[in-house]
């Protein structure tokens, strides 16, 4: 499991309008080897990226409603844009911690998609 660091719980709780549990995220090993290999246009991204994990989830410029809940689609510019799926603990009977859960690449053409489709919970100004 690797430690990313501690979330902008103020940034988060108004958005999700809920009380996150713990600041922690991690990225667990099991979700960091789906990225590598079971997607072969993913190789290398978590390994080129995961020093700037916590600035694309911290200073992101979208952030997007998942389907699931206390779950967010996490979308920033860097040399490419980067999109996160990340977990949100907000139950206080577990010790679980805010997870990544997922990683890749995010073109011009499926950002306009997600911007027609999904709900647009944040946009950097």
């Known amino acids: 499991m690797q430690y990313i660091g501690k979330l902008n719980k103020k940034l988060y709780e108004q958005i999700i309008n ?33 020093d700037k994990l916590l600035d694309i989830i911290n200073e992101p410029d979208y952030i997007f409603a998942d389907n699931k809940p206390d779950t967010l689609c996490i979308a920033k510019k860097l040399d490419e844009r980067i999109w996160l799926v990340l977990k949100l ?37």
Do not use: A
Not at 18 to 37: A, M, S
């Open 89 to 125: 603990n907000t139950n206080p009977y577990n010790d679980y911690k805010n997870s990544i859960i997922s990683m890749q690449r995010l073109g011009d053409t499926k950002l306009k998609q997600y911007e027609r489709t999904k709900k647009i919970l944040y946009k950097k100004e």
């Open 18 to 50: 809920n009380k996150i549990v713990t600041d922690d995220i991690v990225f667990t090993d099991k979700q960091i080897e789906h990225v590598e290999e079971d997607h072969r246009e993913r190789k290398g991204l978590y390994e080129k990226y995961k």
